[in-house]
């Protein structure tokens, strides 16, 4: 009998059923009770061999007699499902019973089939279990009560069936979940992939700071050796000098290569010049070409032919003292750098303390004799002197240079080093940025004593420096360092006259690239038109040739490019500084104010000033007179001892310190540092914007604003 023709029978007999059921009085059901309990099994028997041959949708079937056919299903799916998790193991009798009831006891009870949820935990567990497990219970379980329950249970179920189907899950139902699961899956996907990222980053992060703090600690290992062997160097000249006399030649270096401290390609290669005596030269290029790396290189002698009796003397940007110099003063700084009458004076104390304990030779007698005549002939007695008439024309006070220098300011150990570069009168003199921390009046000075002084007109004198001004005063040469070329060039006249030239250089660059690029389009324009020209084996030939000619004058043009690159690198650059509007009223305002720091005198009192958006000010004064004090009171960092500082809450202030460092997170590429102070959102527009306004200034990928 087919599945369908079932049903229509089930239904017909449920109806006669009815009808008689209607006409007899009610009693509790016979087949429900006989089926209950028949075969009594032993207590040997397991739970799948009970439920082996148990046929759950025939008890269900007669139970639900007459109850609508889809819940029907439902229920009957719902046990065959728990008895076959029994049979395979799966599950238990208790938990699948516990299973059910949970599903039905309820509704029983709702529906006032069973009384209490223990009568219709019981109702629900006998739907369940097949006779063999329910006869162990007794004959007293199927009591008229008991069969009552069962009945009135039956009904209930069937008025509950609309709210048992309303608990079926739909299709749309399931795809949605399904669809919330994925997105959940792809969701904890995503944060997995975005911490190993991030991870990985973290760990590129710390290895690059890993490997700037080697550079750096490798760059300070080279500096201190260039250090001791600059010291070497200076004493070995001196000896030398009183064998050999002064230098009074020409200092020559040829087809020397220059290492990159920092790693990388040669900063020069085959680079040559000629250092001539009472010449005064300026060392220009780019920032990172290697100015103050060829500086300190010429300084050790580590390229050139250096004489032996050549004195050098350097001055870097960067001060590091010994402990010894720390605790001197300035005064006895700069008189140290007198090296050769520093050394006469240690071998002249020890040949009078042999001589006062009668030990001194003939010979040592002599030598004592040179010694001391030496001295007077170089002014030893008036050294001390010399030496403070040089502080004072660089603008230290007496209070200064009675200080130790390790209490004193990154600036003024700087003016105290120039000044015994100058001091020590060496062959040849190296400075790297000597106006950087000088005041107006002592550029002037330094300017006047390099280009007029008679002691500068025998000896050498290189310099790097950004100042075009002091440049133009003191130079007469030009040595220019090509990054693009790496190439060392050396021409006559001070900065200005070789900017001039330059400025032609880049005029006739410009022209003569026009007329080769035009060419090479009329070439490619007509050998890629086809047979426009005609089709003969002539013109073909000739369009043949065009094409080679041009791809012959592409080859050309790009070795004129790369040979005239560092034309390009010293174009001027453009410095925008854009503002955010104007204000209405004072952007900061000073009204009667004075200020000193403790146990120092008052820098300044009474002070009135008055700062609008138009305002363009410009801070006057020796150092130590109070200029960059009076700007962090401005800006709120300090507070007066005196009188009243207003700032606009609509203003914003951008700071740049003279000490870099001071602002700027050495470990970080110009690039971390912008997306550092201006994060925005993140995004690849953001960044490129941060890129183009670093490449506007000058601060390109190669110098590590791409990294």
């Known amino acids: 009998m087919s599945r369908r023709a079932a049903r229509r029978a089930a239904k017909k007999s449920g109806g006669e059923s009815k009808a008689k059921a209607a006409a007899a009085p009610v009693v509790a059901p016979a087949a429900p009770a006989t089926s209950v309990s028949s075969a009594a099994p032993t207590e040997s028997l397991s739970a799948a061999s009970l439920y082996k041959d148990h046929d759950s949708s025939t008890d269900l079937a007669i139970a639900f007699k007459g109850v609508d ?83 009135n249970a039956y009904t209930g179920i069937a008025q509950d069936s609309k709210v048992r189907l309303a608990r079926v899950k739909t299709k749309q139902q399931i795809w949605m979940e399904e669809r919330e699961a994925k997105e959940n899956r792809d969701s904890a996907k995503a944060s997995r992939e975005a911490e190993l990222l991030n991870k990985k980053l973290e760990k590129k992060a710390a290895r690059k700071k890993k490997m ?26 001196i000896y030398a000098c009183a064998n050999m006399g002064a230098f009074k030649g020409t200092l020559e270096t040829n087809d020397f290569t220059l290492p990159n401290p920092g790693g990388g390609q040669p900063l020069l290669e085959d680079a040559s010049c000629t250092l001539v005596r009472g010449r005064r030269y300026g060392l ?89 005549a030496r ?9 001390s002197a010399r030496a403070t ?51 107006i009046l002592a550029v002037m000075w330094l300017a006047r004593e390099l280009s007029h002084s008679p002691t500068w007109k025998s000896r050498i004198v290189t310099i790097v420096s950004h100042d075009r001004h002091f440049m133009d005063v003191v130079c007469t040469d030009v040595l220019h360092i090509s990054g693009a070329a790496r190439r060392l060039t050396q021409s006559r006249g001070n900065y200005t006259s070789w900017n001039e030239t330059r400025r032609q250089q880049q005029i006739a660059f410009a022209k003569e690239a026009a007329l080769r690029q035009a060419e090479i389009d009329k070439l490619q324009d007509y050998a890629g038109h086809g047979f426009k020209y005609g089709g003969s084996s002539s013109q073909i030939n000739k369009m043949k040739m065009k094409e080679k000619q041009a791809e012959k004058l592409v080859e050309d043009f790009k070795s004129f490019k790369e040979n005239a690159s560092s034309l390009k690198e010293d174009m001027e650059l453009s410095l925008e500084i854009k503002s955010g509007g104007e204000l209405d009223g004072y952007v900061c305002q000073l009204m009667n104010v004075s200020f000193g720091y403790p146990s120092s005198p008052i820098l300044f ?37 005196n009188g009243t500082v207003r700032r606009s809450p609509h203003a914003r202030v951008a700071l740049v310190n003279q000490h870099h460092a001071d602002q700027i997170d050495l470990t970080l590429t110009p690039l971390q540092f912008m997306q550092k102070c201006y994060p925005g959102n993140g995004s690849y527009e953001h960044t490129q914007k941060l890129r183009s306004h670093l490449a506007g200034c000058g601060v390109t990928a190669g110098s590590g604003a791409g990294e």
């Open 284 to 372: 220009i290029g780019r920032n990172g070409t290697g100015k103050s790396t060829m500086l300190r290189a010429l300084a050790s002698r580590r390229h050139g032919n250096f004489p032996p009796n050549l004195t050098v003397h350097y001055v870097s940007q960067e001060v590091n003292l010994s402990a010894e110099q720390r605790q001197k003063n300035p005064v006895e700084i700069v008189v140290d750098a007198d090296l050769e009458r520093t050394m006469l004076m240690e071998e002249t104390e020890e040949l009078e303390a042999l001589s006062n304990s009668d030990q001194l030779d003939v010979e040592g007698a002599t030598r004592l004799g040179e010694c001391l």
């Open 69 to 151: 056919e889809s819940l029907l299903e439902y229920y009957q799916g719902l046990r065959a499902e728990l008895v076959s998790q029994i049979r395979s193991g799966e599950t238990t009798k208790d938990d699948a019973s516990a299973q059910f009831i949970e599903l039905v006891s309820q509704v029983l009870v709702d529906s006032g089939v069973a009384s209490s949820l223990p009568d219709a935990a019981a109702l629900a567990k006998a739907l369940l279990k097949p006779a063999a497990l329910l006869s162990e219970q007794g004959e007293e379980k199927t009591t008229a009560a008991g069969s009552s329950s069962t009945t």
């Open 389 to 439: 008439q040089l502080l004072d024309n660089l603008g230290f006070t007496s209070e200064l240079k009675a200080r130790p220098l390790e209490n004193l300011s990154g600036g003024w150990r700087v003016r105290t080093m120039l000044a015994a570069a100058i001091f020590a009168e060496p062959d040849l003199l190296l400075l790297d940025e000597p106006t950087n921390h000088l005041s």
């Open 605 to 641: 009192d009474q002070v009135e000033v008055g700062i609008t958006s138009k305002s363009r000010v410009v801070l006057l004064g020796e150092n130590g007179m109070g200029k960059t004090t009076l700007v962090k009171l401005m800006l709120g960092l300090l507070e007066p001892n």
């Open 212 to 237: 700037k703090e080697t550079n750096a600690e490798e760059s300070e290992r080279q500096r201190a050796e260039i250090e001791e062997e600059l010291l070497a160097a200076r004493r070995d000249a």
């Open 375 to 383: 001295l007077v002939d170089i002014g030893a007695e008036t050294a």
